[in-house]
């Protein structure tokens, strides 16, 4: 059973740095495209980043763009969100999301058919 696990959210002071993961179980990621998006409250699911399965092409949202940082081991069967620099708007749930398609800019949550569960991130002070 293809499963996603996010880890990493929590309570975070504004210009703070946290570290999400999310690892794959039940299929081999490295023939998927990976990719993160967060819901705020009130707000539409909003796709911030992808990945491609080689890891050689990454997108960002320009919101994030140069503070987060996507990566990937294929052989943990896992995917990373480094995210710095933190500001109270970059609180939401944020979820990883597989599928066999491209990283191609912007990303539609319709294009993923697997979730994780979302871990939340909380930027306060």
């Known amino acids: 059973q293809l499963q996603l696990v996010e880890s990493g959210g929590g309570l975070v002071q504004p210009g703070g740095s946290l570290r999400l993961s999310c690892v794959a179980s039940?299929?081999?990621?490295?023939?998927?495209?990976f990719a993160w998006l967060r819901e705020a409250p009130g707000k539409e699911r909003e796709g911030i980043s992808c990945?491609?399965?080689?890891?050689?092409?990454?997108n960002y949202a320009d919101s994030v763009k140069g503070r987060f940082i996507i990566s990937r081991d294929n052989a943990k069967n896992a995917a990373y969100l480094q995210m710095n620099s933190l500001e109270p708007e970059d609180t939401a749930v944020y979820y990883c999301a597989v599928d066999k398609n491209f990283c191609i800019w912007p990303v539609f949550p319709y294009e993923y058919d697997y979730w994780g569960q979302g871990t939340q991130v909380t930027v306060s002070s």
């Open positions: 990945i491609s399965s080689s890891g050689g092409v990454t």
């Open positions: 039940g299929f081999a990621l490295d023939s998927y495209v």
